[in-house]
């Protein structure tokens, strides 16, 4: 097996005349509203909502929204137009595929791939005279990789919930302390803008999104060059670059000039930080995984089975075992109900739940029963959990708390009454959506905008993760077992992108080779991996399902450090800072500051103390 990781070449050939920088200003348009050494840093990350890795029912809230009117952007506008304007928007000639040889007609092509750049953290020419200021400042940069969810846009930079806790505070933490930060992010491959497209007009290139009504249909593959693979070389070559190099005031513009690079990213992004140090030492110095799940896994059932924990988890997210049992038995009355086929019956079940489509939706296709009573009839915000959240219902303790408060005031309610009753306050109004061929329907169409990036994440999951959340029958799932089967999520490739079940299984023993899982030796060179190893952290929230497939001290390389976040929930801690923070969201935040403080030598007097140790 030919291995292609370290065989990236130098324009040989295939290179632009120069590279055109096209900047946009940051203001609050409504058209952005769419849409020792010098040391680098460079965070990799996407300016997305807490849910990091969507679950198939957060993409059926996406479908939903789509049918309602669009909400005002004023919340956003007034936030930005009070923060830093001084995040400019760029694009990067990005090779299409890092992986073709000579003879193929790929070789030459390119896209243009979105990055955000600012110089907030860099101190200003004129500072230098100063007296305080020492003229033999240090510098450092931080560059974001984009990955799954939302759109990058230029908050990314200011406040994004991937990057603001460990890198953007970071940032400001070295700054005063004499050094200067550049701040990058870098949009992924396949999402947001930084979509390769061919057009009839437009034969040898790839563009950023074109008119779809352009597309060439003879294209084989609109996602062929989607994969983590050609994202982690797309930031090798862009940390190569003279566009990355022009930033900095060294005398040079071209990269070969001592800077260190250090990744930083969270869920997917996190994947692809660890692998950008892992496969590229010589390139990256350094790299934080945050909540970064590297262990393919075709088959994830231990996500909810760790649903399962937090629910009855009652010392430190406000689960409790009632809570749980109650759960639990709700999902199980109704999954019986469905199951006998009473059409009264059934009926009550669909309006108590408030089911669009009623009844004959949910008998219309068996696969639609299972999407009802296999997922949560509920929303629970697990792997987004905000114990500090002020709204009804956002968190684990305030639906705990509703269930069982639902309990004790009339004990012989049924537990489905009691999920229904709470299922409805939290879609206000709304009627819930189970109809698996929607999904399927949203999943297909690739002339759908907002639909892309989802579709774009899940083509991902059929090709090289897996990651399908499970109920089986012998599990601890809380929802109905036995109604969530592999098969469910193995059909929505195979419909909606026409990849088999053994190809999905082929692709995630290909990721699982190709970087090594959780002992990160990737393909069959474990030797050289060790380099890779060192000055790399996995930092990890207790809560969160998603911690059973990254690294920590019971999983992964002895050479690998790792931490643990007693009580949070998916990379929490990056999140940005609030006063309600809790004490082990503080602690993590200072334990990366104290790990990447040592891989730059800072003096250890300036280090930030924390008891919170690395495993």
Known sequence: MKDDRKDIRDNDGCHASRYDIKETATQPTKQMMKLLKPVVLLLVAASTPAHSIPHISEIIESIREQKEEPQPQQQFEDKFSKTHHDVRTLTFDQRLDHFSRQDNNTECERFKQRYFYTPRYVHREEEKTGNS?????????????????????????????????????????????????????????????????????????????????????????????????????????????????????????????????????????????????????????????????????????????????????????????????????????????????????VDKVASTFNICGGATTLLKDRKNIDFFVGYSMLPIAVQSNDPTCDEPLCNIQKVCDAIVDEHKSDPQKPSMEILAKISKQMQAGRCKEVNFQLMIDYLSDSSTPTSANDRSWYYQTCTEFGFYQTCENNSNCPFAKGHHSLDLDLELCEKSFGIDAMKVKEGIESTLLYYGGWDLKPGDDSSSALEGQKRLIFVNGDVDPWSELSVDEKRGSSHVQSINVPGASHHFWTHPVKDSDDKHIVEARQAIYRHVYDWLGINGESQPHSELKAE
């Open 133 to 345: 200021i020492n003229s033999k400042r240090k510098t450092v940069s931080f560059l974001c990789v984009g990955g799954e969810g939302p759109s990058l846009d230029p908050s990314v930079l200011v406040d994004s919930v991937h990057c603001t806790g460990d890198m953007i505070e970071l940032a400001h933490k070295l700054h005063e302390q004499n050094w200067d930060v550049h701040m990058f992010a870098l949009e992924h491959r396949y999402y947001g803008e930084s979509f390769p497209k061919r057009t009839k007009n437009q034969k040898g290139e790839a563009y950023l999104r074109a008119n779809e009504n352009e597309l060439d249909s003879d294209y084989p593959n609109e996602y062929k060059f989607l994969s983590s693979r050609q994202a982690v070389r797309d930031v090798v070559e862009f940390v190569k670059s003279s566009e990355a190099s022009q930033h900095f005031k060294t005398g040079s513009n071209t990269n070969n000039n001592g800077i260190r690079w250090i990744t930083f990213g969270a869920s997917y992004p996190g994947m692809v930080s660890g692998w950008l140090r892992l496969l590229h030492p010589d390139v990256i110095y350094g790299a934080v995984a945050n909540s970064a799940p590297v262990q393919a896994e075709v088959n994830f059932r231990k996500y909810n089975d760790h649903v399962s924990l937090d629910l009855g988890e009652e010392s430190l997210i406000g689960g409790s075992k009632m809570c749980l049992d109650i759960f639990e038995s709700g999902h199980a009355e109704v999954a019986s109900i469905v199951e006998g086929g009473d059409i009264d019956e």
